[in-house]
């Protein structure tokens, strides 16, 4: 408990500042679409068993996993209810930096992994500070849970194998071997077959929802025009009636009967262990918290399952070909648990999931991207794009460290030590290869580096190996303080729009003014609101830009709002509001004077004018 006492401090602290300021935030760009699709993903749970069919909302949402989102959503719906006067879009914003500082937790009991406590606490410090990630989280729903899920997911699941395979003697794995070689021929035989005939008998209920739907499909079709068919002369008034309603209840009806024979083909499986092999209880209760948070995170982006890619090969080096059996447990209560939390999977599982991965692998988006001064297509950005963003929107000491804390590393595994070997090796796959793959294979990105933020975390692990060349805890704590104080100094001055952040090595945000993407999800929009609130007259007939939605949320009630998105226009507009992203704040009503500007650092987020 003493050692944890910084991060507990830390924590406290986060939180406090999070409450603070938590109505400083504006709304983000897709948050209300997206809670569109997980309001759609909410409602599947009542409709696919009532009709067997699942909303989706037609805008590429539903091949991003809904779990986090939906979470969100009941959780924001519940305590307006109780708060009215709460801002939903406030509630929201709460939840996602809570799920920051529980990643923040999770890197933490990483890092004393491989290195002391000081050091891991200065790393998970470093990590916490950085301006991007902490701007990110109170607007951000997809790639800062993606990313504390993502640290979530390896911690559990280092710390599932070394309760399997760690230094009990003997170990869960060991014991519940032995307890399995005791049992008579017959009960192992029973158990076996028992367990396959349930594993096959998922993979079709569940895994052939899509060909069972077709051939329903098919069936009533060719009895609905066929006189003499078996079905016809069952339901001979299904020839009188729209073929889809029967479609329609004969599928729910094997809905309901799968549910019933899955519900007690699990229930023998289990009285079946628990009677004859009580001991792989334990086993499952090892793996059980490991694979649920994976299948969550893989329910959030479909990278996450490279945490479980990550565990796996983290299993198999350290314990061989033992693991198998309990990866295979792993990944199965992994892709259960991603398959209740994902309704657009159920019509089909299979054929949705390998679409998803097709999708999500090429971030399919039309837009320009601003890079170095130059557009680009999203699809075709240089090799140069991932490394120079890397190195200008993280604060300055981090590489520094980083670059000292990979020679400690390298010394140390050319020393054949235990901590700098697994965290080289872990860095090489969570970072370096997927870093590679950016630079060479150059898929399609945008928004800066956002949807990448998952392969962060080893650049501050190894940073932090840096903090133990100062062996006085003193002089340890003073470099500590003084390598968090950047992101410190440029959070306090960006707020709240710390995401916007390049550090001093390119000038800060004023030298990245055109040639970089700075506020690009228009959360300046509330602080734009705020303003027009006070000096609009009433009833303002008020003209916004962009994404109007973002400003609608927090203006008065009494403005007339219309916007390239709506058809009617005015005849005159009392307050012109107006994004800096693609040159909106030079282009739109140019001729009217700009009486407020929302800036920080020089940099122009929205404009309003009065013509």
Same mark, same amino acid.
């Given at each position: 408990?003493?050692?944890?006492?910084?991060?507990?401090?830390?924590?406290?602290?986060?939180?406090?500042?999070?409450?603070?300021?938590?109505?400083?935030?504006?709304?983000?760009?897709?948050?209300?679409?997206?809670?569109?699709?997980?309001?759609?993903?909410?409602?599947?749970?009542?409709?696919?068993?009532?009709?067997?069919?699942?909303?989706?909302?037609?805008?590429?949402?539903?091949?991003?996993?809904?779990?986090?989102?939906?979470?969100?959503?009941?959780?924001?719906?519940?305590?307006?209810?109780?708060?009215?006067?709460?801002?939903?879009?406030?509630?929201?914003?709460?939840?996602?930096?809570?799920?920051?500082?529980?990643?923040?937790?999770?890197?933490?009991?990483?890092?004393?992994?491989?290195?002391?406590?000081?050091?891991?606490?200065?790393?998970? *410090? %470093? #990590?916490? $500070?950085?301006?991007?990630?902490?701007?990110?989280? &109170? !607007?951000?729903?997809?790639?800062?849970? +993606? =990313?504390?899920?993502?640290?979530?997911?390896?911690?559990?699941?280092?710390?599932?194998?070394?309760?399997?395979?760690?230094?009990?003697?003997?170990?869960?794995?060991?014991?519940?071997?032995?307890?399995?070689?005791?049992?008579?021929?017959?009960?192992?035989? *029973? %158990? #076996?077959? $028992?367990?396959?005939?349930?594993?096959?008998?998922? &993979? !079709?209920?569940?895994?052939?929802?899509? +060909? =069972?739907?077709?051939?329903?499909?098919?069936?009533?079709?060719?009895?609905?025009?066929?006189?003499?068919?078996?079905?016809?002369?069952?339901?001979?008034?299904?020839?009188?009636?729209?073929?889809?309603?029967?479609?329609?209840?004969?599928?729910?009806?094997? *809905?309901?009967?799968?549910?019933?024979?899955?519900?007690?083909?699990?229930?023998?499986?289990?009285?079946?262990?628990?009677?004859?092999?009580?001991?792989?209880?334990?086993?499952?209760?090892?793996?059980?918290?490991?694979?649920?948070?994976?299948?969550?995170?893989?329910?959030?982006?479909?990278?996450?399952?490279?945490?479980?890619?990550?565990?796996?090969?983290?299993?198999?080096?350290?314990?061989?070909?033992?693991?198998?059996?309990?990866?295979?447990?792993?990944?199965?209560?992994?892709?259960?648990?991603?398959?209740?939390?994902?309704?657009?999977?159920?019509?089909?599982?299979?054929?949705?999931?390998?679409?998803?991965?097709?999708?999500?692998?090429?971030?399919?988006?039309?837009?320009?991207?601003?890079?170095?001064?130059?557009?680009?297509?999203?699809?075709?950005?240089?090799?140069?794009?991932?490394?120079?963003?890397?190195?200008?929107?993280?604060?300055?000491?981090?590489?520094?460290?980083?670059?000292?804390?990979?020679?400690?590393?390298?010394?140390?595994?050319?020393?054949?030590?235990?901590?700098?070997?697994?965290?080289?090796?872990?860095?090489?796959?969570?970072?370096?290869?997927?870093?590679?793959?950016?630079?060479?294979?150059?898929?399609?990105?945008?928004?800066?580096?956002?949807?990448?933020?998952?392969?962060?975390?080893?650049?501050?692990?190894?940073?932090?190996?840096?903090?133990?060349?100062?062996?006085?805890?003193?002089?340890?704590?003073?470099?500590?303080?003084?390598?968090?104080?950047?992101?410190?100094?440029?959070?306090?001055?960006?707020?709240?729009?710390?995401?916007?952040?390049?550090?001093?090595?390119?000038?800060?945000?004023?030298?990245?003014?055109?040639?970089?993407?700075?506020?690009?999800?228009?959360?300046?929009?509330?602080?734009?609101?705020?303003?027009?609130?006070?000096?609009?007259?009433?009833?303002?007939?008020?003209?916004?830009?962009?994404?109007?939605?973002?400003?609608?949320?927090?203006?008065?009630?009494?403005?007339?709002?219309?916007?390239?998105?709506?058809?009617?226009?005015?005849?005159?507009?009392d307050v012109v509001v107006t994004l800096a992203r693609y040159d909106l704040e030079k282009t739109s009503f140019p001729a009217a004077p700009i009486v407020y500007r929302v800036t920080r650092e020089g940099a122009v987020f929205a404009v309003i004018r009065q013509p």
């Open positions: 408990m003493k050692q944890q006492l910084p991060l507990n401090i830390l924590l406290v602290l986060a939180l406090l500042i999070g409450l603070l300021t938590l109505n400083d935030y504006g709304e983000s760009w897709d948050e209300m679409k997206l809670y569109d699709y997980a309001a759609d993903s909410l409602e599947a749970y009542g409709t696919w068993l009532q009709h067997g069919t699942v909303p989706v909302t037609g805008d590429r949402f539903e091949n991003y996993g809904p779990f986090f989102v939906m979470l969100t959503r009941i959780v924001t719906k519940a305590f307006t209810q109780i708060f009215p006067a709460v801002q939903e879009v406030d509630v929201q914003h709460f939840v996602y930096f809570l799920t920051f500082l529980l990643g923040v937790w999770a890197f933490y009991q990483l890092a004393i992994r491989w290195m002391s406590y000081n050091a891991a606490f200065g790393a998970t *410090l %470093l #990590f916490a $500070t950085q301006p991007v990630l902490w701007g990110h989280a &109170f !607007i951000n729903p997809k790639d800062i849970p +993606l =990313l504390s899920l993502f640290l979530l997911s390896l911690y559990l699941g280092m710390r599932m194998h070394d309760s399997l395979f760690g230094r009990e003697v003997p170990t869960v794995i060991e014991s519940t071997s032995a307890v399995w070689h005791q049992l008579s021929p017959q009960s192992r035989r *029973l %158990l #076996f077959t $028992t367990t396959i005939f349930w594993l096959a008998l998922l &993979f !079709i209920l569940f895994g052939g929802t899509n +060909l =069972l739907h077709q051939w329903i499909d098919g069936l009533v079709r060719e009895a609905a025009q066929a006189e003499g068919s078996w079905l016809t002369q069952l339901i001979p008034r299904i020839q009188r009636v729209a073929p889809e309603i029967y479609v329609e209840r004969f599928f729910v009806l094997f *809905l309901r009967v799968r549910s019933i024979v899955f519900l007690l083909a699990t229930g023998i499986l289990i009285w079946l262990y628990h009677r004859y092999f009580p001991a792989a209880l334990r086993l499952l209760e090892s793996i059980l918290p490991a694979g649920i948070i994976l299948g969550l995170t893989v329910s959030i982006r479909i990278f996450g399952v490279w945490a479980g890619v990550l565990v796996a090969g983290y299993m198999v080096w350290k314990s061989g070909l033992k693991a198998w059996l309990a990866l295979t447990i792993y990944a199965g209560i992994a892709i259960l648990a991603m398959y209740l939390t994902w309704p657009y999977l159920w019509p089909d599982p299979i054929g949705h999931f390998w679409e998803t991965v097709g999708i999500m692998s090429q971030h399919p988006w039309p837009g320009m991207v601003l890079f170095n001064g130059t557009e680009y297509p999203a699809s075709d950005l240089p090799a140069s794009y991932m490394p120079l963003l890397l190195a200008i929107q993280l604060t300055e000491p981090v590489w520094v460290l980083f670059f000292v804390g990979f020679a400690m590393a390298v010394f140390g595994f050319i020393r054949k030590q235990r901590e700098p070997r697994e965290l080289l090796a872990c860095t090489l796959v969570w970072f370096i290869l997927p870093l590679a793959t950016f630079v060479i294979l150059r898929p399609t990105l945008y928004d800066n580096f956002r949807q990448t933020f998952f392969i962060l975390p080893p650049i501050f692990l190894i940073a932090g190996l840096a903090f133990d060349l100062v062996q006085r805890p003193l002089l340890q704590g003073a470099l500590i303080a003084l390598v968090a104080l950047p992101g410190l100094i440029a959070s306090a001055s960006l707020h709240p729009y710390e995401y916007v952040y390049y550090n001093q090595f390119i000038g800060g945000v004023r030298e990245a003014v055109d040639r970089f993407e700075l506020e690009y999800w228009a959360t300046s929009y509330r602080e734009a609101a705020r303003e027009a609130n006070r000096i609009a007259p009433a009833n303002a007939n008020v003209w916004v830009d962009g994404p109007a939605h973002l400003f609608n949320r927090f203006a008065r009630p009494d403005f007339h709002i219309y916007s390239p998105q709506e058809p009617e226009r005015a005849n005159h507009y």
